[in-house]
């Protein structure tokens, strides 16, 4: 009895569940009762909880498990608000719990809980808001960039045209040292601007979906196309550049541009860390329904403080290395919207071996 006071001073009301699945009161009411007019709680006078607390009808199948099982549990409600004769808000919860042998209902107004909730739900819609709204002018400045960036493009192939043309023209030494510096000062720029316009359509969703099996690209093709292209940078830079894939058509699931430049971007970063003499060896190899392409070089490594973002935006400027951080970025988002993946692996010899991993064209990869 005491304790039944006790709840009830703290605004609880106590009840208990009888066999016939109506209650019974325990112990005297709270204020807020007879603020709301119930007059039907007497005390030892079997209810239908239902026609006193309606909204309760939603809450006693999570009650009913909770007095059915044998173990210590309880279940909470949401807050539910009554209204009181006067126009009074009361919001109230209701909680089933298991007691010894006596399944027992407490509901409870607290009004405190009540205003912490609505100020942490509200607090949640604005920061909804803020994100979408952050996320929306994030987007417009990404355009407004592949807008200019993609602007500034058209006028650089002029300069590279113009630049081309003036190193075929006679000229003395000091004024072609100075034209093939701006050329290749040019070629940079450009390869710039073409990794953040692949980046800008892979992050907007811009991949073109893969052909099916029956035109999927040629591996083998595109590794022997990208290497020898890579030619004449290997030639300038004093690096050996080969292939082992040998010549049986193998196809993946990709996207044969893209393919192309996801190949390009390691067989060039391979390049750009390699010193003079130095060699630079793809391979590929069969797993189970996926091919896995390794690119070999025998340049100083990654850097270990630059290893947990590798593969992250703009992690070329995390630390002193060249290049800008978009190629690998570029290849890990497409490689993953194609099913496959890319890593890094320092060589035990010394050097970098960066991989690859594609799905084979009509197959299904072990995971």
């Not at 001073?9 to 009161?25: K, S």
């Not at 539910?80 to 909680?95: K, P, R």
Request: with cysteine.
């Amino acid at each position: 009895m005491e304790s039944s006071h006790v709840m009830a001073a703290l605004g609880r009301l106590l009840l208990e569940r009888t066999n016939d699945g109506r209650f019974t009161r325990c112990g005297p009411c709270p204020d807020w009762c007879n603020a709301l007019g119930i007059d039907a709680l007497t005390p030892c006078s079997p209810l239908v909880i239902q026609d006193v607390f309606p909204f309760l009808e939603i809450f006693l199948p999570d009650a009913e498990r909770v007095w059915d099982s044998r173990e210590p549990e309880h279940a909470n409600s949401d807050f539910w608000t009554e209204i009181g004769a006067d126009g009074e808000e009361f919001h109230l919860e209701a909680s089933a719990l298991r007691v010894d042998s006596e399944n027992l209902l407490v509901i409870t107004r607290n009004e405190q809980l009540f205003t912490e909730k609505e100020l942490v739900l509200q607090r949640a819609r604005e920061l909804g808001f803020a994100h979408r709204a952050l996320t929306r002018e994030i987007e417009l400045k990404d355009i407004l960039v592949h807008s200019i960036v993609h602007d500034l493009a058209s006028p650089l192939h002029g300069v590279l045209g113009a630049l081309t043309l003036l190193s075929e023209l006679p000229q003395s030494e000091e004024a072609a040292s100075w034209t093939e510096l701006a050329l290749r000062a040019a070629k940079r720029q450009e390869s710039l601007v073409a990794d953040i316009l692949d980046v800008f359509s892979a992050e907007h969703g811009a991949i073109v979906a893969p052909p099916p099996a029956s035109a999927a690209p040629d591996l083998v093709q595109a590794i022997r196309s990208v290497v020898q292209e890579a030619q004449p940078v290997a030639r300038v830079n004093q690096v050996r550049v080969e292939a082992a894939v040998g010549r049986v058509p193998i196809r993946v699931i990709a996207e044969q541009t893209r393919l192309v430049r996801v190949l390009a971007n390691l067989v060039e970063n391979a390049l750009r860390h390699s010193p003079p003499q130095g060699h630079v060896f793809v391979s590929l190899e069969g797993e189970e329904g996926t091919v896995r392409v390794t690119v070999d070089d025998e340049g100083p490594g990654v850097p270990k403080e630059v290893l947990p973002f590798l593969f992250e935006l703009f992690a070329g400027g995390k630390a002193q290395v060249s290049g800008t951080g978009l190629g690998l970025y570029f290849c890990q988002i497409t490689l993953e919207r194609w099913g496959g993946g890319i890593g890094y692996e320092r060589r035990p010899e010394g050097g970098s071996r960066f991989w690859i991993r594609l799905v084979e064209a009509g197959a299904t990869p072990s995971h």
